[in-house]
């Protein structure tokens, strides 16, 4: 029956079809396929579940608040049980937007070096080196951040910033109040180290795939290397590096760990990076087991829910539009 | 690949097996980390006395009040002491364990233990964000032999739902009017300046790592990691040091009536020498959980009898023994024992 | 010739500004595992592995209930992830190859990979730990393997993507039905890659902290109750390292130590297995 199959086409999905059905009269390949289809479809079903769950937990604090005056509201005060998660949702936005700004250029930075100017024998290192910091759990990041860095943030980088940006105006506000090292800014950078593997990586290998050819002809008209990465291989790999940095963009939304340590949880929205504030994240992992009423862990769930959109339609979109892009190179 | 599955299969079936043995010698607890030091201690020593696993995990009262509503625990702890209508609402028992005081904690370098002298006002001051330099003409007044420096006071609150802050805040709003009209009083609230700390650890470790900040913790969180804790004036106008004399007599003029599920504060009490912020922390019990209830209510006969000297080396007050009658009649009444 | 000057000087800045990039990335790894190296390895002895905690203040103890623990839930989170993600990632590849139900699934599984770990602790706590009635090494092994699954089945799928449909043409000539082909001989073909994307996703489970918080709870006991409260190394070092005692803050910097040093062992060994069958 098999024998039926012509076999030199082989990406042509119709005859591939063909051979399936066939092959589904076979009832044990039947229970087969059944199984995976099931375990497949075990992640629609997560993902509707858990937007199901969320919503179902919430429905008290969605019913008492609002969902959209829910977000938009800056109070969470378990006295009065009035509960808004502006404060929580300006800090992760906060956050997630320093560690992009600082994260960035770094991160192209390096996978500039690595595909354009590294000699062979650095590429492995420095390669490995991001791949492995990638890897370290993200707890590390939030101790090493919390006895490390905050001292460091303390006592050098925060007093320095404050004495030179701090007195320009506009800009100084963000650097007023007694620099603590448990605050916006220390949060922001340890996120954006905990991202740059992320953003560079992905870009490394969105320059690998740039076509020799098209970068020899640039240098063959007396480009220089500079040049070439700007109008050769950024734009052409710009897709690639946008999904780098959507990636870097979901895991800094959703990072709990790594900013838990040194954030200070307070739920304010303030113009300075030195006073402490909240994430969405670190409210449900400080809050979550210790809230006392219904309303409050309502709400909490209410939380998750904004965070479980939040994450999903960032990345929605940028799936949908790295699809677009495609279609139009490939037509 | 069929051996790779059957040993996968075989590895499950083990595990499965041999892990839901040995659940029998648990007690599974969870609540406030005002007296997390000297539970820790009791459930060590009670280990190594009977082998019973006292596992009480230090998330706040907020916490311990959520998990045994939500019966996700065999007991549930609380310094906030939990009103009688709201027990029989969620069907819980409550007895008081042990008594404690809290403690201002600063750390100013220069200063030692039981210098800084604040008062009530200075204090609201201070956690209104109203009073914000070290040197601020308040403090100097009530301090003016001391050399208090030119620097940001950085606050140091509880970030989680806290018997700790409820005693707190009950004390600042019965002392201060600004600060009940402003903040209020409950286990967390909406603090207005400041660094959250998550349980009386966070905050202690916090103002460890902060220069020239201030926090509050239970007294045995600043003796065991050596924080300097400050004098306070109490009702009767005295500056106090907080030590096991102070509270005691904060403790004394405690009304615990078993009627009311022992509901009671032990704030700014009346006594000559006695410490204005202290209260006993609670235990909570799930009514219809009667197997455990038994063995958790066997734990504290145990602590009462043999506990005492382990809670004063932690400058923890015990229970006065006509308490402690008390609140094993009321679990004789209660079916409990 | 001032052009020619200001683009050499405008290259020689950028090369610079990158290279410094790729410096600094060098240096906060360097930085950091340096930091773990030093704290953690003061800090390691044996007891650490052998002893449950004591309370603070006392001497000694270790975190033996938190090492048993981490491993019994990463244990059963990858029992349970991984034939779903297995499974799952086989239907993409081969039975729904090229159709639309695939493509759905696929980008689902590349947004819920992304999807925050807290946000799926708090799901497993309304679904787990709330109905039941207590906290359990189950909630936090099913939080976990959920995480897994969408990792698992992504590299799955890719994987067998990359096995040429000639082989399996070939095992078709031979009268095979599609689950022996697949189960002998694509499988097969790709156990290796399978086998790295596995590593991968252990790894990245085994680091994680929040989903744990609210599902396996904590435990200053010894236990293997998967049914009750368990200790994990990454909630007790978030534990340890908010707390104030020294010995504390020791033994957090040990666990890290221990946690990072597999971590990253797993990862290296799935990295060389990769570019090994990639050559």
Redesign the interface.
Known sequence: MAGACPCHSIFLIAERYETLVIQKKNPIDLLFSVITAGASFMVILLVIGIFAILLKESSLSIGKFGFIKFIVTNEWNPVTELFGAAASIYGTMVTTAIALIIAIPIAIGIAVFVTEIATDFLKGPIGAAIELLAAIPSIIYGMWGLFTVAPIMTKYIEPALQKSLGLVPLIGMLFQGTPMGIDLLTASVILSIMIIPFTASISRDAFNLTPAVVKESAYAVGATQWEVVRDVVLPYSKMGVFGGIVLSLGRALGETMAVAFVLGNNHQITSSLFSAAATITVTLANEFTEADKDIYLSSLFHLALVLFMMSFIVLAAAKFLLFKAERKINR | MKNVLSIFLMVFLLTLTYSSAGAADMINGAGASFPYPVYSSWAYDYHKATGIKFNYQSIGSGGGQRQIVGRTVDFGASDDPVKPEALKKDNLFQFPAVIGGVVPVVNISGIKDGELKLDAETLCGIYLGEIKKWNDAKLISLNPKLKLPDAGITVVQRSDGSGTTAIFTNYLAGVCTSFKNKVGEGKSVKWPAGIGGKGNEGVANYVKKSPNSIGYVEFAYAKQNKLTYTQLKNKAGNFVQPNFDSFGDAAESGDFDSKKDFYAWLNNTPGKTSWPIAGATFILLAKEKKDSNVKTVRFFEWVFKNGDAKAKELVYVPLPKSLKDKVRAYWKANGIQ | MNIERR??A??II??F??????F???S??V???G??LI?GIGALKLSLFISDP?????EGGGLRNAFAGQM?IT??AT?IGV??????????A?????TRVAA??S??????V??????????I???L??PL???S?WAGATALA?IM??VV?RTTEDMLSLV???LR?A?????????KV???VV??AAATGIFTGILLAV??V?????PL??TS?????F???????ISSL?AT???Y?????DDW?AQ??AA?FV??AT??LI??VG?ILISWRLK
């Open positions: 683009r050499k405008e290259n950028a090369l500004l990158s290279s410094l990039a790729a600094s990335g060098i906060w790894l930085f950091i595992l930091d773990v704290h004591v309370p603070p203040g006392v019994l244990l059963f029992l034939p779903f993600g297995v499974l799952g990632g086989t239907f993409l081969e039975y729904a190859r090229g759905v699934v980008i689902l599984s590349d947004i819920m992304s999807v925050p770990s807290i946000v799926i602790g708090t799901f706590y309304a679904v730990v709330k009635g207590h906290f090494g959920v699954i969408p089945l040429p449909w000639t043409e095992a078709f000539a031979l009268g095979a039905p599609y689950y697949i189960i002998q499988y097969r790894a990245r085994a680091g994680e902290t929040a918080l609210f709870f904590n435990n200053a006991y236990s293997l109750n998967m049914n009750g409260p990454t070092i978030f534990q390292a908010m707390g104030p005692y803050h957090a910097w890290s946690i990072t971590v990253l990862t290296i990295r």
